[in-house]
Nanobody, 125 residues
Framework: QVQLVESGGGLVQAGGSLRLSCAAS????????MGWFRQAPGKEREFVAA?????????SYYANSVRGRFTISRGNANLVYLRMNSLKPEDTAVYYC?????????????????WGQGTQVTVSS
């Protein structure tokens, strides 16, 4: 049974940093696209970042709103991180870890087969 478990969320002041972690179990995710999405109250779920491996090359993708502030990385095949710097109140949301077995339409939630339960990130002004 595949599980994705997020951790690392919390309350932080604007300008602060957090690191989210996602631990995947129930399979080997080295060939999967691993992503992060977020959803704020009253808003649709939106793409944040994704990472995929092609041989020895790692590719990462970011939403325009977080590029330059957030960094996605992999600890190993089943561990993914999202480092968030210079946080803003508009980054407040529930953050979800996701996994997809294909790299088509990586910014679309429907692409992703597995989802975690989410972790709350709150940025105070």
């Amino acid at each position: 049974q595949v599980q994705l478990v997020e951790s690392g969320g919390g309350l932080v002041q604007a300008g602060g940093s957090l690191r989210l972690s996602c631990a995947a179990s129930g399979g080997t995710f080295s060939t999967y696209v691993m992503g992060w999405f977020r959803q704020a109250p009253g808003k649709e779920r939106e793409f944040v970042a994704a990472i995929r491996q092609n041989g020895a090359v790692t590719y990462s993708y970011y939403a325009n709103s977080v590029r330059g502030r957030f960094t996605i990385s992999r600890g190993n095949a089943n561990l993914v991180y999202l480092r968030m710097n210079s946080l803003k109140p508009e980054d407040t949301a529930v953050y979800y870890c996701t996994a997809a077995d294909n790299s088509r339409e990586m910014k679309t939630p429907e692409t992703y087969k597995y989802w975690g339960q989410g972790t709350q990130v709150t940025v105070s002004s």
